[in-house]
């Protein structure tokens, strides 16, 4: 088991940046991967950008060269740096722990409108 908190999320202009952090309980590095999902209402979870232990990282291609994900292993967090925003990039965004079960956090709020 683990307990993952988001951070980070709120209210900003097209082509404004925001950075996401995800806190976990206990130590990230015996998951195999950790990443970022998002939903908007009415539609199915969408995969965002996913970092294994390795370090290889793996976007999706509405937001590749745009968000960048990373982890500390030490502090046991996961960010996501999201730059360019986009009105389309409004969600709710999810932080994950892929293991032999997937754990999910309860996800932030980012509302990219002008």
């Known amino acids: 088991q683990v307990r993952l908190v988001e951070s980070g999320g709120g209210l900003v202009q097209p082509g404004g940046s925001l950075r996401l952090s995800c806190a976990a309980s206990r130590t990230i590095f015996s998951f195999n991967a950790m990443g970022w999902h998002r939903q908007v209402p009415g539609k199915q979870r969408e995969l965002v950008a996913t970092i294994i232990s390795g370090g290889t990282t793996n976007y999706a291609d509405s937001v590749k060269g745009r968000f960048t994900i990373s982890r500390d292993n030490a502090k046991n967090m996961v960010y996501l740096q999201m730059n360019n925003l986009k009105p389309e990039d409004t969600a709710v965004y999810y932080c994950?722990?892929?293991?032999?079960?997937?754990?999910w956090g309860q996800g932030t709020q980012v509302t990219v409108s002008s």
């Open positions: 994950v722990a892929y293991g032999t079960n997937a754990y």
